[in-house]
């Protein structure tokens, strides 16, 4: 097992990497001093692993509930957050109750928005069980909501006491999932290490075939970068917004098409070639760099063509994302590989060409 700490003083947690952590409960300590223990989970993954958490958490000796949330980004929603409230009150939570998020960045979202607003703040866990929020969403502490006009444009900033990261967990993690949890990986590498991006080229088969020890270095490798980028920038003043990378191109993909029809991963997939497209279009990157990183983006099973919405539609779109300032989107481009910088780009006829001609 590997364990790593986001260092953020008083709100500080480690993040521990491992096979078969879900049945370690040292690992949960955290639950020691909780009143009650609350799984949140969906309906495909509580059959996969709610038991054998909720076994690993009977050491406590502490009343444990499970609430278990239909599967999907489109019931990333108001409606369906109302749930976890209404079974928090309905079964006595209070501000000693511990949260214990499992599955993937969707739960991982919900749950600790719930966490971050039941009775003003409460404490959480997470447990993640698909590639993307081992290697992104359950470490950070960003959490919230989808609403129709907007991704994730409802929530808090709320750190978990701990991340628990089963690799073995990954084994029953259909092939297309996967592929998006790669996405958030290629982007580690892309705005923070080239010797990682090396690294994810040359084993693409591995990562691919969900190997192992593939598996445990993607993991660990995306962890130390993210929080790293965390522990510097908790609340996204600066340097934090570089993990957005193909982010811009990407919530607007997935608003526009309809939650769900897109998955997250794969529409950051083509929103990394959209960026790296505006990135060498603006003359950051070599036109063999954008086709190197749209290559990996594609073995990896991620489409690199983006809908064609019509430039007007994307631009609407884009107004309402969080790095929008003063009416001006800005976009993280690439000022090489492994470095990433955000910028408005004033001439609007370039951005207008990338989105009618589509990027790749
Ligand atoms: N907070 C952050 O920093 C952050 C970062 C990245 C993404 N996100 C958010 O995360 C969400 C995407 O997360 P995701 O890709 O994990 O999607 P997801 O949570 O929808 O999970 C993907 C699918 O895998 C299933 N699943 C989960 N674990 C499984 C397992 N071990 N075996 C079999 N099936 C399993 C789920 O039920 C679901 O059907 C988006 O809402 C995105 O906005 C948040
Ligand atoms: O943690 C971050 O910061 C990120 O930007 C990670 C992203 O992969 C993630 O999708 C995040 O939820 C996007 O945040 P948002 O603020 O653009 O909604
Ligand atoms: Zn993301």
């Known amino acids: 097992m590997k364990t790593l700490e986001v260092d953020l003083g008083t709100r500080s947690y480690p993040i521990y990497i491992g096979a078969d952590l879900i049945d370690q409960s040292a690992l949960f300590n955290a639950c020691e001093k909780a009143s009650s223990l609350f799984i949140v989970t969906n309906s495909t993954v509580a059959p996969l692993y709610a038991e054998r958490l909720t076994k690993t958490l009977e050491k406590f000796g502490k009343p444990i509930h499970k609430i278990v949330l239909p599967d999907g980004e489109s019931y990333k929603d108001w409606k369906h957050l109302q749930l976890i409230f209404d079974d928090l009150l309905k079964f006595g939570a209070d501000r000693q109750t511990m949260l214990i998020a499992l599955g993937g960045g969707v739960i991982g979202d919900m749950t600790g928005f719930a966490a971050a607003s039941f009775m003003r703040g409460i404490r959480f866990i997470q447990v993640p069980t698909t590639l993307l929020a081992q290697v992104d969403s359950s470490v950070g502490g960003k959490t919230g909501i989808n609403h129709p006009l907007g991704k994730n444009m409802i929530g808090a900033f709320h750190q978990p006491v701990a991340v628990i990261a089963d690799l073995n967990t990954l084994k029953t993690l259909p092939a297309r999932e996967l592929s998006a949890g790669l996405a958030e990986v290629i982007k580690h590498g892309a705005i923070a290490d080239a010797h990682f991006l090396d690294w994810i080229e040359a084993n693409a088969s ?26 510097a920038d908790e609340r996204e003043g600066g340097i934090r917004a570089t993990l957005n990378f193909g982010h811009t191109f990407g919530h607007a993909i997935e608003a526009g098409m309809g939650y769900g ?23 950051q990157i070599n036109q063999a760099e954008f086709e190197r990183l749209s290559k990996i983006i594609r073995s990896m099973n991620l489409p690199v063509e983006p809908p064609k919405f019509g430039a007007e539609r994307y631009i609407e779109l884009m107004q309402v994302d969080k790095k929008t300032e003063g009416g001006s989107i800005r976009y993280v481009l690439l000022e090489k590989i492994g470095k990433a910088q955000i910028k408005s780009v004033p001439d609007a006829q370039v951005i207008e060409t990338l989105l009618a001609t589509g990027a790749a």
């Open 206 to 231: 591995a990562l691919l075939a969900c190997d192992t020890n593939a598996m445990a270095y993607a993991v660990l490798r995306s962890c130390e970068i993210k929080s790293a980028v965390v522990s």
């Open 261 to 283: 029809q897109w998955l997250h991963g794969e529409a950051v997939g083509c929103g990394m070639v959209m960026g790296a497209e505006l990135s060498y279009r603006l003359g």
